[in-house]
């Protein structure tokens, strides 16, 4: 795969991933965050994710990672306060926080 399909590759899973999101939310926040501001946000865990760490955490015994979503979620308000991308509420980013997780560990479910 070239780096120009992998990049297509990567632009489908982020609108397949915005679309799980928004039916992830609840009702009154499926039209709150535009597309681009949740674009945002998955750009704000991939950094998370990079920087923190956690790619590189060794799993339990069970074969899992804990993750810290509360974490994910204050990374993402303090960046976008700092970006000047506006003040969000913890709660709200949870949920998008989650959705992304659910989505990630549903294609894990289907391999």
Do not use: C, H
Not at 4 to 20: G, N, Q, R, S
Not at 27 to 35: A, M, N, W
Not at 77 to 101: C, H, N, S, W
Request: aromatic share 14%; charged share 40%.
């Amino acid at each position: 795969m070239g780096v120009e399909d992998e990049f297509l590759f990567e632009d489908v899973d982020d609108e397949k991933t915005i679309e799980y999101i928004r039916n992830y939310l609840p009702q009154e926040l499926k039209e709150k965050f535009s597309d681009d501001e949740l674009y945002y946000f998955l750009d704000l865990i991939d950094e998370y994710y990079s920087e923190s760490g956690i790619l590189d955490a060794q799993p339990d015994a069970d074969g899992y990672v804990e993750i810290d979503l509360d974490a994910i979620v204050e990374y993402i308000v303090k960046e976008a306060k700092k970006d000047e991308m506006g003040e969000f509420d913890p709660e709200e980013i949870l949920f998008v926080v989650q959705g992304e997780m659910e989505y990630t560990d549903s294609l894990e479910e289907e391999d």
